[in-house]
């Protein structure tokens, strides 16, 4: 089967720095991806990490570990925008052998002032 | 970055009616466009792989003659919902892969479509 495991909810300050986590088991793995939902629009892309290690884009950063099936999302330097939920998706192929992406539930992240 | 544009954004329309929904892919051919649906508060369900020229590859326990989907050119896939009723109701989304899908997905703004 297919799961993607992530907290529902994060709450953080203006300011700081969070960590969201996700752990998956897929049959196959091609590909990780982190994207951004604010409520009531679609999601826009941050990060993909295919290798193991950490790509970072700014006050974003994305983790990898292949072996672990886990994956994190760093936000630092956090701003009240930033609130929003983060929908962690791996990508696998299916029966056909199209690349599809599989969904964890998002993790809705509450910026404080 | 590649902009696919979805239309409508809202739809309200009676329960037995049937309500289609465009998704385009304005600057870049978009030979598979992914169809999904998503309820309150959860993740996005991929309802379907569109692919233009050919039947579309639905996911377990969609319904493929409720969701009409057609794929008739490399710029334009459509999702028809046919006979709609309120448990229809919820957020769709279309995205279409930047070709050749090394990476990242591109989403149309949705469509909100309540049922009454």
């Known amino acids: 089967g297919q799961n993607i495991d992530q907290p529902t909810e994060m709450t953080a300050t203006e300011g700081a720095i969070v960590q969201i986590n996700c752990t998956y088991q897929?049959?196959?793995?091609?590909?990780l991806f982190w994207y951004q939902q604010h409520a009531g629009e679609a999601p826009t892309f941050l990060s993909y990490?295919?290798l193991d290690g950490l790509e970072e884009k700014g006050r974003f950063s994305s983790f990898l570990s292949r072996s672990k099936g886990y994956s994190y999302l760093l936000l630092k330097e956090l701003q009240m925008k930033d609130s929003a939920s983060y929908l962690c998706?791996?990508?696998?192929?299916?029966?056909?052998?199209?690349?599809?992406?599989?969904w964890g539930l998002g993790t809705s992240l509450a910026v404080n002032p | 970055g590649a902009v696919v544009s979805q239309h409508p954004s809202w739809v309200i329309c009676k329960s037995g009616t049937s309500v289609k929904i465009e998704c385009r892919s304005l600057?870049?051919?978009?030979?598979?466009m992914f169809w999904y649906r998503q309820f309150p508060k959860q993740s996005l369900m991929l309802m379907a792989t569109?692919?233009?020229?050919?039947?579309?590859?639905?996911e377990q326990g969609v319904e493929k003659d409720k969701f009409l989907i057609n794929h008739a050119s490399l710029t334009l896939s459509t999702l028809t919902v046919t006979s709609a009723h309120p448990e229809d109701s919820s957020f769709y989304i279309c995205?279409?892969?930047?070709?050749?899908?090394?990476?990242?997905?591109?989403f149309g703004e949705g469509s909100r479509l309540t049922v009454l």
């Open positions: 569109s692919n233009e020229g050919s039947k579309a590859t639905y």
């Open positions: 990490n295919v």
């Open positions: 995205s279409a892969p930047d070709p050749p899908f090394t990476g990242e997905l591109f």
């Open positions: 600057d870049f051919q978009a030979t598979t």
């Open positions: 897929t049959s196959g793995f091609n590909g």
């Open positions: 998706a791996v990508r696998v192929y299916n029966a056909g052998n199209n690349r599809k992406l599989i």
